[in-house]
């Protein structure tokens, strides 16, 4: 069956950096667009990031020189280098595969940036 498995969340302090990683399985991973979403409390799910089956990227505005989204085909894994982390960033995490006839999610890993 299908699965995403995001890790590499945790407690950082301002200023550090976290590499995400979601591992796929189950389907054509080198197919499929691939993107993080992040939802804090009582917000909804944004798009951070988004890498195509072409290795195009695609960035929000607040996260613009601080992240990079890559995906190695290889591993059927999408990685989110996050660096020079705010308090902002602060939320879950979610990995999202997409084509325009599917779509999968993870379940998420919590990511706190606080001193």
């Known amino acids: 069956q299908v699965q995403l498995v995001e890790s590499g969340g945790g407690l950082v302090q301002p200023g550090g950096s976290l590499r995400l990683s979601c591992a796929a399985s189950?389907?054509?991973?080198?197919?499929?667009?691939m993107s993080w979403y992040r939802q804090a409390p009582g917000e909804q799910r944004d798009l951070v990031a988004a890498?195509?089956?072409?290795?195009?990227?695609q960035y929000v505005d607040p996260v613009k020189g601080r992240f990079t989204i890559f995906r190695d085909n290889q591993r059927n894994t999408v990685y989110l280098q996050m660096n020079s982390l705010k308090p902002e960033d602060t939320a879950v995490y979610y990995c999202?595969?997409?084509?325009?006839?599917?779509?999968?999610w993870g379940q998420g890993t919590q990511v706190t940036v606080s001193a």
């Open positions: 890498i195509t089956s072409q290795f195009n990227t």
């Open positions: 189950g389907f054509t991973f080198s197919s499929y667009a």
């Open positions: 999202y595969a997409y084509t325009v006839s599917s779509d999968y």
